[in-house]
């Protein structure tokens, strides 16, 4: 029991109980003195277990109140934490955009230089004398330039190897370049790259393309094909950067594996790359 309730309690009795002797003693006023007394306890007994539960409810209020303190600062402390990794995030990838940017500068740069050679021999470097597409060569440097800006502005670009022949079994033969080189210019976008390799195989490169755009891409320039000359067959390999390779070796040799399983069909075939896990 509360000490303050105890007091109460206390003087309220022995005033009652001095009121009853005053009674026998003949004074009645004695005997509601005792009666004031006795409620002044009683009231004494309320209004301290009220104070007793005020003073509980205050002690839950602040512990309510200390929790809610430890979770902002516990949320304050987690925010200094993501702030800090973003920080430390921002300047990795500052520093990589920035030696991906001199990488694809330098590319860029040959490729220039190449281009701006004359004669012969260089004119016959990155241009296929039977369609005017861009050779092998190129091809490669190409790849690598549009995978290094790529990595620098955060987005996808595809390589797909094209084969197409004509006739079937032992007659299969590669059918007539300036036909699918008319066909692959003619759908393609300036900002595209399409060349010939050494093997009569056809190498795009597809700025800004992810996997569905690249298929497709070449789905546009197989009906193409398909429309105008029949009897042709149409195989290809697609490999896109970064969803299945993040080298530009491992990115073509993505296509090449595609384009190898494209080429296990009998009629027109797109194959997609599998990424790795």
């Not at 995978?147 to 022949?165: F, I, W």
């Not at 546009?220 to 896109?240: D, K, M």
């Not at 384009?259 to 009998?266: M, S, Y």
């Amino acid at each position: 029991m509360d000490s303050r309730a105890f007091v109460t309690i206390t003087v309220g009795v022995t005033g009652f109980v001095l009121g009853l002797l005053s009674v026998f003693e003949g004074t009645w006023i004695g005997l509601f003195a005792g009666i004031a007394a006795l409620g002044s306890a009683i009231a004494g007994v309320i209004l301290s277990r009220d104070i007793k539960t005020l003073n509980t409810e205050l002690e839950n209020e602040r512990k309510q109140s200390a929790g809610l303190e430890d979770a902002v600062t516990s949320q304050v402390q987690a925010r200094i934490t993501a702030e800090d990794a973003v920080r430390s995030l921002g300047t990795e990838l500052a520093a990589t955009q920035a030696t991906e940017q001199a990488r694809a500068e330098r590319v860029e740069e040959e490729i220039k230089n190449e281009i701006q050679l004359t004669g012969a021999t260089a004119r016959q470097a990155i241009t296929d004398p039977a369609t005017g597409l861009y050779t092998e060569t190129y091809f490669r440097a190409a790849v690598e330039a549009r995978v290094a800006a790529a990595r620098r502005h955060l987005r996808p670009v595809a390589v797909v190897l094209v084969e197409v022949t004509g006739g079937s079994g032992d007659d299969r033969h590669q059918a007539d370049p300036m036909i699918v080189s008319d066909h692959l210019i003619a759908t393609l976008r300036e900002s595209d790259t399409a060349c010939r390799t050494s093997k009569g195989l056809y190498a795009l490169v597809l700025e800004d393309t992810p996997e569905n755009g690249a298929v497709w891409t070449v789905e546009r320039i197989r009906r193409r094909i398909a429309e105008e000359h029949e009897g042709l067959t149409l195989w290809a390999g697609v490999a896109c950067y970064p969803a299945h390779a993040f080298e530009v070796r491992d990115l073509v040799g993505k296509a090449s594996e595609a384009l190898e399983a494209a080429t296990e069909w009998h009629q027109d075939r797109i194959e997609v790359a599998i990424a790795d896990l």
